[in-house]
């Protein structure tokens, strides 16, 4: 039998990081490194029904709901846009385009109606969702209309963490083993090496809980990309400060060897504290790895660098948005401390 037919409402707006904006052409300005994948946010008049405590769009959240992370998003005619992504598709700018989602009874169908018109105009372009968990009808269906991946944000390392911080004790709505749940029934319809989960680093997780449940990612064909917790100003976290440099650069590191199988947690050395001490690799292993800089550069889909999502261009730069330089590599080998 088939499926019923779906009334088809046009979006006529859509939100449109500043990066990708200014590289799509609606907004002028500089990038010192552009966008190679374009950012999308669903629009919605208000806030989200979430209530995750880092982010700028949580229901009973103060901030300015331009924002995400640092980033501002502002809102375009989605007809401009879809017009604007067809041609910076076709000059080669734009490699991905990634629409992030808000969570609202509606937000299903904009997802799917945003990924026909992006279609619909003949742009040959792979497409990731960012959202939240999805039933497996709803995830075939987005299959369906023309997405490749699909990323459903954990954003919390451990059971306990992601409860302060977006399920119930944050009057939020998300359950911690339903979303790892929804994360495994999303590799069963979309495939092994096409579901992802964000993890951000600086909750208060130690290295040592980060790393337990990247190997729980990677063992179940999840790829995990990592985020600096950004404290946001009128946020509930806006007092927080972002993980230390050589905290992030330890993960960083332990994610990399861990997902390209050079090794596993269990063969990870840890302090009583949960500070690595070991990467469970040869030091000269360690060095070369270190030295071509890509574990520290941006981790998400194919052709994602999201330039300074967590971090102004000023630094310390936590996600590399290109490669890293010789000076900046050998600043990240005296960051990495007590293992190298």
């Known amino acids: 039998m088939e499926a019923p037919q779906r009334t088809r409402t046009a979006i006529e707006k859509i939100r449109v990081s500043s990066g990708s904006a200014i590289t799509l052409g609606l907004i002028k300005g500089f990038l010192n490194a552009k966008p190679t994948t374009t950012y999308l946010l669903t629009y919605l008049k208000g806030k989200c029904n979430a209530n995750c405590t880092f982010c700028p769009q949580a229901r009973t959240n103060n901030s300015n709901t331009n924002r995400l992370s640092r980033v501002t998003w502002p809102i375009f005619d989605a007809n401009r846009v879809f017009s604007s992504l067809a041609d910076s598709v076709q000059r080669g700018n734009t490699l991905r385009v990634c629409i992030q989602a808000l969570n609202y009874p509606n937000v299903l169908h904009d997802l799917l109606t945003i990924t026909e018109e992006i279609k619909s105009n003949g742009i040959t372009v792979p497409i990731s969702v960012s959202c939240q968990p999805l039933n497996n009808d709803e995830m075939k269906t987005l299959k369906e209309v023309g997405v490749d991946r699909l990323g459903i944000p954990l954003d919390a390392a451990t059971k306990n963490i992601f409860d302060r911080v977006k399920g119930n004790l944050a009057g939020g709505p998300y359950i911690w083993k339903k979303h790892h749940e929804a994360l495994l029934n999303a590799v069963k319809v979309f495939g092994k090496g096409k579901t992802s989960t964000h993890l951000i680093v600086g909750l208060g997780e130690t290295e040592e809980e980060m790393t337990r449940e990247i190997q729980w990612c990677v063992v179940n064909n999840i790829n995990p990309a990592l985020f600096a917790l950004t404290p946001i100003p009128k ?22 060897l861990i997902v390209k199988g050079q090794t596993k947690f269990d063969k990870i050395v840890f302090r009583k504290n949960g500070c690595i001490t070991s990467f469970g690799v040869s030091q000269e292993v360690l060095s070369r790895i270190i030295e071509s800089g890509t574990p520290f550069r941006t981790t998400g889909c194919p052709n994602c660098n999201r330039p300074y999502y967590n971090e102004k261009p000023s630094g310390p730069i936590y996600n590399f948005p290109i490669q890293p330089s010789h000076d900046e590599i050998k600043e990240i080998r005296s960051q990495i401390q007590n293992v190298v």
């Open 235 to 256: 946020t509930a976290l806006e007092y927080w400060t972002q993980p230390e440099i050589s905290h992030y650069r330890r993960v960083q590191l332990a994610r990399y």
